[in-house]
């Protein structure tokens, strides 16, 4: 069983609205009309849904088949689909030139830094060259960093809570710089809020192929 | 089946054998002719991971229970299990 399979079901993992970023951004996608877009680590599968009905064909992976289960259901309520395939999303399943859209959330930075390079690596293979790509990841700001046991540089292991046992990689714009240097044109921005006394900070990186 | 590609070798088009159909394959098997990877469809979803990720304890008794339809080849040389031979290393 994948950690993911517990943590998933959790309400505070599966909320049902997109995140703004995927939103901002399919609503660009729109206008350039996108046909089919790659989720990675698609949980619950909001985003599937919300791409799915804006007529975008939707592909979602992830490692949880019960991620997995709980985004067929959400579909299939709202009368969607999409191919959901279990996989890593180091190795992707999918031939070459094939997105127009990659999207990512809350999930590339739970890998160590060898492992989201190998991901952004697939990630461009297997998009077309008019791809956007959007992705966020954890900044080295945000609350939670060092909490946890340090594998290595800006990686820990939570060792309390849901996601005891979970990698958590936090990162800087330098890092993300270097990570996208394939792609074309890369847009880093920081994202920043304050929930209940606590600094939330994410970057939030669209990228062309 | 058009769109998948054989995770590790990236080979494309794979060989797609269907065990049971509703509306939806149910269960079945993806192989990739280059490297006899196989991946099981079940319960309507291809699992396509990598072997490092692979359970013998799961994968097993899937192949064991479609032994009757697994091709031949795949049954004594595939990757990264075989029913003759257990785990087989690339």
């Not at chain 2, 269960?27 to 990720?53: A, H, Q, S, T």
Request: charged share 30%; aromatic share 8%.
């Amino acid at each position: 069983m994948n950690c993911w399979d517990q943590i998933l079901p959790r309400r505070e993992y599966s909320p049902e609205e997109p995140d703004e970023f995927v939103a901002s951004s399919i609503k660009s996608l729109k206008r350039r009309q996108v046909s089919k877009a790659l989720d990675l680590g698609c949980g619950a599968g909001r985003h599937l849904a919300y791409m799915a009905r804006q007529g975008v064909q939707v592909c979602g992976i992830d490692l949880s088949l019960t991620g997995i289960d709980m985004a067929r259901r959400k579909l299939k309520e709202q009368g969607l689909e999409a191919l959901l395939v279990k996989c890593d999303m180091k190795a992707l399943p999918f031939i070459n030139s094939l997105f127009d859209a990659v999207i990512c959330t809350r999930t590339v930075y739970h890998q160590a830094l060898k492992e989201i390079r190998e991901t952004i690596i697939e990630i461009h293979r297997v998009s077309t060259t008019k791809a956007l790509v959007a992705i966020d990841f954890l900044s080295k700001r945000t609350y939670s960093y060092g909490s946890g046991v340090e594998v290595e540089h800006n990686t820990f292991i939570e060792q309390d809570g849901p996601e005891k046992g979970v990698l958590h990689h936090f990162t800087d714009e330098k890092e993300l710089k270097e990570l996208f240097e394939a792609f074309r044109t890369v847009n880093i921005k920081l994202q920043e809020r304050e929930v209940k006394g606590k600094l939330r900070s994410r970057w939030i990186v669209t990228a062309m192929v | 089946m058009e769109i998948l590609a054989c995770p590790i070798d990236k080979h494309h088009p794979l060989e797609l054998h269907v065990f049971e159909e509703k509306e939806e394959i149910v269960e079945g098997l993806i192989v990739c002719p280059k490297c006899l990877r196989w991946y099981p469809i079940r319960d309507e979803i291809p699992e396509m991971l990598p072997d490092n990720l692979r359970k013998e304890n799961e994968d097993l008794p899937f192949l064991k229970k479609w032994k009757e339809k697994v091709p031949e080849e795949i049954l004594s040389k595939g990757k990264p299990f075989t029913l003759k031979t257990g785990p087989k290393k690339s």
